[in-house]
């Protein structure tokens, strides 16, 4: 079930700073091994949005996360060794999805085709779970990097602009970070 936003977020850009904000807040408590966000973690989630607003900030390339990508075992369960893991696109070709590094990631067959052509978010939604934090940051640089190429990011989200990825689906609001670390610890 799509996420209901809240009235200050009108645009795409909004959306989806709002919510890499909100996942940067998420990391910090999980990488402090908090179980809930504290003030730190909202400052973090504030500076990044207004800077990120403001264009004094950015999130960083999909380069930098390839020190984060897991190649020995499948990004959506964890299954460790995996039968044999393919390449899987985190926004699907048949929805627009690049052909490109950065659109994939290596899972296992079964996930691969239970997940199959829906996007990431809506197929963990159906799922009622969440993606890990490495997945989110992998799928919003990439919705940011389309929304900032179509020149959508100041379009209203009332007029639902046609991208590749799932608008409706972007979170504006995390998981507590003790449910996450349980989550994470799984999928490792």
């Given at each position: 079930m799509?996420?209901?936003?809240p ?11 709002w919510?890499y904000?909100?996942?940067a ?8 091994g908090?179980?809930k ?6 400052m ?15 999130v ?7 020190r984060?990508a897991p ?7 964890g ?5 044999k893991?393919?390449?899987d ?11 490109s590094?950065?659109n ?7 996930c ?5 052509d829906?996007?990431?978010?809506e197929?963990?939604a ?20 389309e929304a ?7 379009t ?8 590749t990825?799932?608008?409706?689906y ?5 998981p ?11 999928e490792v």
């Amino acid at each position: 079930m799509p996420v209901a936003k809240p009235k200050s977020v009108q645009t795409v850009g909004e959306l989806l700073h709002w919510s890499y904000a909100n996942l940067a807040a998420l990391d910090a408590a999980q990488r402090r091994g908090i179980a809930k966000r504290d003030r730190i973690c909202w400052m973090i989630r504030a500076k990044l949005f207004k800077g990120l607003r403001d264009g004094t900030m950015n999130v960083g390339t999909l380069f930098a996360d390839l020190r984060d990508a897991p190649t020995d075992h499948c990004v959506y369960c964890g299954v460790v060794p995996p039968p044999k893991l393919t390449g899987d696109h985190l926004i699907p070709r048949s929805c627009g999805g690049l052909e490109s590094g950065d659109n994939l990631v290596w899972a296992c067959r079964s996930c691969n085709s239970a997940k199959n052509d829906r996007d990431l978010l809506e197929w963990y939604a159906a799922k009622n779970d969440f993606p890990s934090v490495f997945l989110m940051r992998r799928y919003l640089k990439l919705a940011l990097a389309e929304a900032e190429s179509r020149r959508v990011m100041d379009t209203p989200l009332s007029e639902n602009p046609r991208v590749t990825f799932s608008l409706e689906y972007i979170p504006i609001k995390y998981p507590h970070p003790a449910e996450r670390l349980a989550l994470e610890k799984r999928e490792v």
